[in-house]
């Protein structure tokens, strides 16, 4: 069976350095391994409009911030396809079909929409589109045929309803559908990295986010105010590590090389560690260390950022390409599913 690869993103703000840790730099490496036969990338736009109907210039302008995120980040078009989910009207389609498949106490009860309804204030006036994004979000993978979905733990319970509706789809009507597996992040900082002032996530509306394309500038005021450790006044304080957010950003970016050149009273980041945690190293070492670290890891992707941005009408070009290619792909797979369903009629 080929392997073949699905994921997205709701194009609703610039990306930042927890997408980066969490799954671009995975997303890359997944494309390099050469393992898998597709790979498709979405712009999540129709799905980014179930919670902002009221604003669709917003995602209209961060399609292409997206768009030059991924490119930036290395994702290359040659090998994999980067799609606009909208265009691909074929997916709305499949959402309608698979609904009969799905009942309203089984969305009810779906963790990811549930928080997701809570933190939105939405409560009792829930839109529908929202309230039923999972069974779209299983369309976009199955249309596919995906077998391998990269995401965060909390689209788990996305995949784990879109498993649920390829089983009862095949056993209802024929084995049309893959079911997919979801690939987690391989390691727990990277899936949750704090925000800079050490509350639990990345996130636009707590204003705490490094994005990928901040100035170089940005980012270093951004270090220098983070959160550390409130108890580690003077230098000579023993440092606590545990919830400080200087240490989980190194965990999550820093490679032992990078001592020599930026630090190297130090061998390693066990030894930086163990001197913060024994007192004696202040905070602002620690943060112009993590600068250095940071932009080791981001000026290669701000430079081939601002390389794109020269020629944005090539990005969505690159879009187009990918939208239509992933058209016939989803046409196809719609076609099986009319003809598994006894609606087609004129085939
Ligand atoms: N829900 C994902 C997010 O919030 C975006 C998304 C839409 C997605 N469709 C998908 C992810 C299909 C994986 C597979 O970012």
Redesign the pocket.
Known sequence: MKKII?????PTGKLHAGHYVGSLKRRVELQNSGEYDDIYI?I?DA?ALTDNADNPEKVRKNISEVALDYLSCGLNPEKVNLFIQSYVSELTELTFYYSNLVTVSRLKRNPTVKSEISLRGFNSSIPVGFFTYPIS?AA??TAFKATT?P?GED?LP?IEQAREIVRSFNTTYDEVLVEPKALLPDNEICSRLPGTDGKAKMSKSLGNCIYLSDEPDDIRKKIMSMFTDPEHIRIEDPGKLEGNTVFTYLDAFCKDELFAEYLPEYSCLQELKDHYTRGGLGDVKVKKFLYSVLMEELSPIQARRKEWEKDVPAVMEILREGSKKAKEVAAETLQEVKQAMKIDYFA
């Open positions: 699905l994921t997205g993103d709701r979405m999540a799905q979000q976009d993978i979905v995401v689209q996305m």
